[in-house]
Protein backbone atom coordinates (compact mmCIF):
# COMPACT_ATOMS: atom_id res chain seq x y z
CA UNK A 1 0.00 0.00 0.00
CA UNK A 2 1.38 3.79 -0.58
CA UNK A 3 0.12 6.71 0.49
CA UNK A 4 -1.07 7.85 -2.75
CA UNK A 5 -3.51 4.82 -2.71
CA UNK A 6 -4.57 6.21 0.72
CA UNK A 7 -5.49 10.02 -0.28
CA UNK A 8 -6.78 8.71 -3.77
CA UNK A 9 -10.55 9.46 -2.91
CA UNK A 10 -12.49 12.98 -1.95
CA UNK A 11 -12.97 11.43 1.25
CA UNK A 12 -10.65 11.43 4.73
CA UNK A 13 -8.93 7.98 5.04
CA UNK A 14 -9.76 6.58 8.28
CA UNK A 15 -6.92 4.58 10.59
CA UNK A 16 -9.19 2.90 13.58
CA UNK A 17 -9.66 -0.51 15.42
CA UNK A 18 -8.92 -1.16 19.41
CA UNK A 19 -6.29 0.42 21.03
CA UNK A 20 -4.34 -3.26 21.87
CA UNK A 21 -4.91 -6.55 20.12
CA UNK A 22 -6.54 -8.66 22.77
CA UNK A 23 -7.83 -11.22 20.69
CA UNK A 24 -8.19 -12.60 17.35
CA UNK A 25 -11.85 -12.93 17.57
CA UNK A 26 -12.48 -9.67 18.92
CA UNK A 27 -10.29 -8.07 16.16
CA UNK A 28 -12.07 -9.40 13.11
CA UNK A 29 -15.39 -8.73 14.40
CA UNK A 30 -14.40 -4.55 14.88
CA UNK A 31 -12.61 -5.16 11.61
CA UNK A 32 -15.74 -6.54 9.86
CA UNK A 33 -17.89 -4.11 10.89
CA UNK A 34 -15.02 -1.30 10.17
CA UNK A 35 -15.13 -2.54 6.88
CA UNK A 36 -18.70 -2.38 5.86
CA UNK A 37 -19.05 0.87 7.09
CA UNK A 38 -15.97 2.40 4.83
CA UNK A 39 -16.69 0.30 2.15
CA UNK A 40 -20.09 1.79 1.94
CA UNK A 41 -19.12 5.29 1.95
CA UNK A 42 -15.87 5.08 -0.08
CA UNK A 43 -13.55 5.99 3.28
CA UNK A 44 -10.00 4.34 2.89
CA UNK A 45 -9.50 2.03 5.59
CA UNK A 46 -6.78 1.13 7.57
CA UNK A 47 -7.13 -1.15 10.50
CA UNK A 48 -5.41 -0.08 13.88
CA UNK A 49 -4.27 -2.45 16.35
CA UNK A 50 -0.97 -2.38 18.74
CA UNK A 51 0.40 -6.01 19.01
CA UNK A 52 1.79 -4.35 22.10
CA UNK A 53 0.99 -1.26 24.11
CA UNK A 54 4.32 -0.79 25.80
CA UNK A 55 3.80 2.78 27.48
CA UNK A 56 1.38 1.65 30.27
CA UNK A 57 1.04 3.89 33.73
CA UNK A 58 1.02 1.43 35.74
CA UNK A 59 3.44 -2.79 36.20
CA UNK A 60 0.51 -4.66 36.43
CA UNK A 61 -1.71 -2.72 33.24
CA UNK A 62 -2.52 -5.31 29.87
CA UNK A 63 0.80 -4.79 27.59
CA UNK A 64 -0.59 -7.67 25.49
CA UNK A 65 -1.37 -11.55 24.07
CA UNK A 66 2.18 -11.85 23.30
CA UNK A 67 4.24 -10.50 20.43
CA UNK A 68 4.08 -13.21 17.76
CA UNK A 69 0.36 -13.86 18.34
CA UNK A 70 -1.01 -10.52 18.46
CA UNK A 71 1.18 -9.69 14.50
CA UNK A 72 -0.44 -12.86 13.41
CA UNK A 73 -3.63 -11.54 14.32
CA UNK A 74 -2.95 -8.14 12.24
CA UNK A 75 -2.19 -10.20 9.19
CA UNK A 76 -5.04 -12.67 9.44
CA UNK A 77 -7.12 -9.17 9.54
CA UNK A 78 -4.86 -7.63 6.68
CA UNK A 79 -5.76 -11.19 4.42
CA UNK A 80 -9.19 -11.38 5.42
CA UNK A 81 -10.57 -8.50 4.55
CA UNK A 82 -8.00 -7.43 2.15
CA UNK A 83 -6.89 -3.99 4.17
CA UNK A 84 -3.80 -2.48 5.04
CA UNK A 85 -3.16 -2.58 9.26
CA UNK A 86 -1.04 -0.05 11.40
CA UNK A 87 0.58 -1.13 14.58
CA UNK A 88 3.32 0.44 16.94
CA UNK A 89 6.74 -0.13 17.47
CA UNK A 90 8.97 0.73 19.57
CA UNK A 91 12.47 -0.32 19.18
CA UNK A 92 14.44 -0.32 16.10
CA UNK A 93 14.58 -4.04 16.01
CA UNK A 94 11.05 -4.07 16.24
CA UNK A 95 10.98 -2.40 12.44
CA UNK A 96 11.66 -5.12 10.71
CA UNK A 97 9.87 -7.90 12.42
CA UNK A 98 6.61 -5.98 12.78
CA UNK A 99 7.32 -5.19 9.18
CA UNK A 100 6.74 -8.60 7.59
CA UNK A 101 2.69 -8.45 9.19
CA UNK A 102 1.66 -4.80 8.74
CA UNK A 103 1.59 -2.01 6.00
CA UNK A 104 2.24 0.88 8.43
CA UNK A 105 4.65 1.29 11.12
CA UNK A 106 3.33 3.73 13.70
CA UNK A 107 6.36 5.63 15.80
CA UNK A 108 4.50 6.48 19.34
CA UNK A 109 4.35 10.15 20.27
CA UNK A 110 6.90 9.99 23.16
CA UNK A 111 9.37 8.56 20.59
CA UNK A 112 8.91 10.56 17.51
CA UNK A 113 12.78 12.27 18.16
CA UNK A 114 14.24 8.36 18.17
CA UNK A 115 16.29 9.01 15.48
CA UNK A 116 17.20 5.26 15.25
CA UNK A 117 13.87 4.16 15.75
CA UNK A 118 12.89 6.30 12.78
CA UNK A 119 15.53 5.44 10.37
CA UNK A 120 14.76 1.70 10.95
CA UNK A 121 11.24 2.09 10.12
CA UNK A 122 12.22 3.62 6.80
CA UNK A 123 14.48 1.17 5.72
CA UNK A 124 11.75 -1.54 5.67
CA UNK A 125 9.87 0.30 3.16
CA UNK A 126 6.48 0.48 4.66
CA UNK A 127 4.96 3.88 5.73
CA UNK A 128 6.20 5.40 8.47
CA UNK A 129 3.16 7.05 10.88
CA UNK A 130 4.81 9.10 13.35
CA UNK A 131 2.94 11.01 15.98
CA UNK A 132 3.18 14.16 17.06
CA UNK A 133 5.07 14.43 20.53
CA UNK A 134 3.07 15.96 23.40
CA UNK A 135 6.03 18.00 23.89
CA UNK A 136 7.14 19.07 20.27
CA UNK A 137 5.75 22.21 18.03
CA UNK A 138 4.09 21.57 14.73
CA UNK A 139 7.44 23.04 13.03
CA UNK A 140 9.67 20.37 14.83
CA UNK A 141 8.31 17.62 13.56
CA UNK A 142 9.66 17.94 10.00
CA UNK A 143 12.75 17.08 11.14
CA UNK A 144 11.56 14.10 12.20
CA UNK A 145 10.22 13.25 8.96
CA UNK A 146 13.35 14.17 7.13
CA UNK A 147 15.05 11.31 9.09
CA UNK A 148 12.74 8.88 7.82
CA UNK A 149 13.21 10.63 4.48
CA UNK A 150 16.95 10.41 4.55
CA UNK A 151 16.67 6.89 4.44
CA UNK A 152 14.64 6.32 1.53
CA UNK A 153 11.54 7.04 2.80
CA UNK A 154 10.07 9.79 1.02
CA UNK A 155 6.46 9.77 0.09
CA UNK A 156 6.00 6.99 2.71
CA UNK A 157 5.71 9.83 5.50
CA UNK A 158 2.61 10.81 7.15
CA UNK A 159 2.43 12.93 10.67
CA UNK A 160 -0.12 12.84 13.60
CA UNK A 161 -1.30 15.17 15.75
CA UNK A 162 -2.43 13.86 19.00
CA UNK A 163 -2.19 16.99 21.60
CA UNK A 164 0.10 18.84 23.59
CA UNK A 165 0.87 18.01 27.84
CA UNK A 166 -1.07 20.84 29.44
CA UNK A 167 -0.26 20.90 32.56
CA UNK A 168 0.31 17.46 34.20
CA UNK A 169 -3.11 15.65 33.65
CA UNK A 170 -4.23 16.84 30.62
CA UNK A 171 -3.63 17.88 26.77
CA UNK A 172 -4.81 20.21 24.48
CA UNK A 173 -4.93 20.13 20.86
CA UNK A 174 -3.84 23.81 18.64
CA UNK A 175 -5.70 23.16 15.40
CA UNK A 176 -3.11 25.28 13.66
CA UNK A 177 -0.85 22.48 14.07
CA UNK A 178 -2.52 20.17 11.04
CA UNK A 179 -2.25 23.07 8.67
CA UNK A 180 1.27 23.78 9.71
CA UNK A 181 2.17 20.14 9.34
CA UNK A 182 0.95 19.76 5.84
CA UNK A 183 3.29 22.15 4.18
CA UNK A 184 5.64 19.69 4.73
CA UNK A 185 3.95 18.18 1.82
CA UNK A 186 2.50 15.06 3.41
CA UNK A 187 -0.49 13.85 4.94
CA UNK A 188 -1.68 14.97 8.62
CA UNK A 189 -3.49 12.39 10.64
CA UNK A 190 -5.68 13.37 13.82
CA UNK A 191 -5.61 11.27 16.54
CA UNK A 192 -8.95 12.01 17.78
CA UNK A 193 -8.91 9.89 20.43
CA UNK A 194 -5.69 9.90 21.57
CA UNK A 195 -5.97 13.65 21.69
CA UNK A 196 -9.05 13.26 24.43
CA UNK A 197 -7.01 11.19 27.13
CA UNK A 198 -6.18 12.68 30.31
CA UNK A 199 -3.11 11.41 31.42
CA UNK A 200 -0.66 10.54 34.82
CA UNK A 201 -4.70 10.16 37.05
CA UNK A 202 -3.60 9.54 40.66
CA UNK A 203 -4.52 6.02 40.30
CA UNK A 204 -2.26 5.11 37.64
CA UNK A 205 -5.09 4.79 34.99
CA UNK A 206 -5.90 7.01 32.04
CA UNK A 207 -8.79 8.98 32.16
CA UNK A 208 -10.54 10.71 29.19
CA UNK A 209 -13.20 12.81 27.45
CA UNK A 210 -15.03 10.46 24.31
CA UNK A 211 -18.02 12.68 24.66
CA UNK A 212 -15.76 15.48 22.70
CA UNK A 213 -14.81 13.17 19.89
CA UNK A 214 -17.19 13.99 17.21
CA UNK A 215 -16.40 17.29 18.10
CA UNK A 216 -12.96 16.65 18.04
CA UNK A 217 -13.50 15.17 14.65
CA UNK A 218 -15.27 17.44 13.10
CA UNK A 219 -12.66 20.59 14.17
CA UNK A 220 -9.92 18.14 12.15
CA UNK A 221 -12.13 17.25 9.01
CA UNK A 222 -12.86 21.19 8.95
CA UNK A 223 -9.10 22.40 9.19
CA UNK A 224 -7.55 20.59 6.61
CA UNK A 225 -6.79 17.09 8.57
CA UNK A 226 -6.25 14.09 5.72
CA UNK A 227 -7.09 11.23 8.09
CA UNK A 228 -8.73 10.43 11.45
CA UNK A 229 -7.44 8.24 13.51
CA UNK A 230 -9.55 6.76 16.58
CA UNK A 231 -9.71 3.54 18.81
CA UNK A 232 -12.69 2.14 18.84
CA UNK A 233 -14.38 -1.02 20.74
CA UNK A 234 -17.60 -3.00 21.32
CA UNK A 235 -17.93 -1.96 24.98
CA UNK A 236 -14.77 0.94 25.45
CA UNK A 237 -15.65 -0.13 29.54
CA UNK A 238 -14.34 -3.63 29.00
CA UNK A 239 -11.23 -2.61 27.11
CA UNK A 240 -7.85 -3.50 28.22
CA UNK A 241 -6.36 -0.27 27.52
CA UNK A 242 -7.48 3.45 26.57
CA UNK A 243 -11.23 2.23 27.73
CA UNK A 244 -11.65 5.36 28.88
CA UNK A 245 -11.06 7.95 25.77
CA UNK A 246 -12.58 5.20 22.60
CA UNK A 247 -15.51 5.56 20.67
CA UNK A 248 -18.16 3.06 21.37
CA UNK A 249 -18.13 0.94 17.79
CA UNK A 250 -21.77 1.24 17.77
CA UNK A 251 -21.32 5.36 17.34
CA UNK A 252 -18.64 5.19 14.31
CA UNK A 253 -21.29 5.17 11.66
CA UNK A 254 -23.04 7.82 12.55
CA UNK A 255 -19.76 10.12 13.13
CA UNK A 256 -18.79 8.95 9.69
CA UNK A 257 -21.52 10.24 7.73
CA UNK A 258 -21.38 13.48 10.20
CA UNK A 259 -17.59 13.85 9.23
CA UNK A 260 -18.02 13.72 4.96
CA UNK A 261 -20.52 16.43 5.48
CA UNK A 262 -18.21 18.28 6.90
CA UNK A 263 -15.13 17.85 4.58
CA UNK A 264 -17.66 18.33 1.46
CA UNK A 265 -18.20 21.63 2.97
CA UNK A 266 -14.92 22.53 3.27
CA UNK A 267 -14.20 21.04 -0.18
Known amino acids: ?77 RETFNIPVVTDIHSPEEAEMAAEYVDVLQIPAFLCRQTDLLTAAAKTGRIVNIKK ?6 QAMKFAADKVVSEGGAGQVMLTERGTTFG ?8 RSIPQMRTFGYPVVMDVTHSLQQPNQSAGVTGG ?28 AEAK ?13 DLLDKLIKVRAAVK
Open 133 to 138: GQFLSP
Open 241 to 253: SDGANMLRLDLLE
Open 1 to 77: MTIRELTATDNFFLLAGPCVIEGEDMALRIAEKVVAMTSERNIPYVFKGSYRKANRSRIDSFTGIGDERALRVLRRV
Open 209 to 236: MPELIETMAKAAVAVGADGIFLETHENP
Open 168 to 175: YQDLVVDF
